[in-house]
């Protein structure tokens, strides 16, 4: 199984990036899916999760309102649209795939790619 994020990149307060991430080996149909992301020093954080159906998404309390995480199971791929970025938002993001689990804690997940990176800064 591999995951690929791609997307990152530098942008300025205020603006926008499209993150997404392509999973091979593995058929997303049955499996949820999330976001976290770790800031120089800091933890692995996690960030958004969305049900295997797409029916259901939840969202970490300093993203709501800014982030939106999607799924297209025909392609195997989840992407975040990242809006209204903050400087706080700089860090590596992550892909993964949920195997049970707390669908808030990194422990829930299996599968992870190696990670993008976002740097918001002017």
């Known amino acids: 199984v591999q995951l690929q994020a791609s997307g990152g990149g530098l942008v300025q307060p205020g603006g926008s990036l499209r993150l997404s991430c392509a999973v091979s080996?593995?058929?997303?149909?049955?499996?949820?899916l999330g976001w976290f992301r770790q800031a120089p020093g800091k933890e692995r954080m996690f960030v958004a999760h969305?049900?295997?159906?797409?029916?259901?998404?939840n969202y970490a309390t300093s993203v709501e309102g800014r982030f939106t995480i999607s799924r297209d199971n025909a392609k195997n791929t989840v992407d975040l649209q990242m809006n209204n970025l903050h400087p706080e938002d700089t860090a590596v993001y992550y892909c993964?795939?949920?195997?049970?689990?707390?669908?808030?804690?990194?422990?829930?997940?299996?599968?992870w790619g190696p990670g993008t990176q976002v740097t918001v800064s002017s």
């Open positions: 993964a795939v949920r195997w049970g689990g707390p669908w808030d804690s990194a422990n829930g997940y299996y599968w």
């Open positions: 969305i049900t295997y159906s797409g029916m259901t998404t």
């Open positions: 080996g593995l058929s997303l149909d049955y499996h949820a």
